[in-house]
């Protein structure tokens, strides 16, 4: 695949669109990269919350915590 790539540049390409395939390449890249790791900390990582925590629970943790809870 590459020789065909080659020869396209060889021709002489719209620099505009050569431009416009870089910066979309690079953002494919970063775009594919951030869900490449996003995916593997999802994996790695225990999940924040596994299941809601009532309000009362909240609360009371917030009371051990020492910090007063919003609202009150």
Partial sequence: GNKIIYETEA???NPGLIVLLVVLGLLLI???GNY???SYAQK?????K???V???KMKRERLKQG???PGE
């Fill in 50 to 52: 596994k299941k809601p």
């Fill in 67 to 69: 910090v007063s809870a």
């Fill in 11 to 13: 021709k002489g390409l």
């Fill in 54 to 56: 009532s309000k009362k």
């Fill in 30 to 32: 970063f775009l594919v």
């Fill in 44 to 48: 790695t990582l225990p999940p924040r």
């Fill in 36 to 38: 490449v790791l996003y």
